[in-house]
């Protein structure tokens, strides 16, 4: 189990990418939209949580004030953290 905490600029899209696990992100501050794809864009707020589940490409934005967060990643021993992918989210 991997356990972060990650900042992200406000106005911010992280580039298309996957783990080797599954991935657990809990919003402390601010605000955002993941994009998983296959999915619709789900809005995250402060105080709330969301699964990416094992190996799903997704992406995140997040908004005005930026976001801050715990992530919780349980993945395969021995596999990098993250994996990119094209631009394309789908």
Do not use: C
């Not at 992100?25 to 939209?33: C, I, M, V």
């Not at 789900?42 to 589940?53: D, F, L, R």
């Amino acid at each position: 189990m991997i356990i972060s905490y990650v900042e992200i600029p406000k106005n911010t899209t992280l580039p298309y990418h996957y783990h080797p696990g599954e991935e657990f992100a809990y919003l402390l501050h601010g605000s955002g939209d993941l994009y998983l794809k296959g999915n619709e864009q789900k809005n995250i707020k402060a105080g709330q949580a969301e699964k990416v589940p094992l190996k799903a490409i997704h992406s995140f934005t997040s908004g005005n004030e930026g976001a801050k967060m715990v992530v919780f990643r349980v993945h395969q021993q021995g596999q990098p953290d993250r994996i990119m992918v094209g631009e394309d989210k789908e």
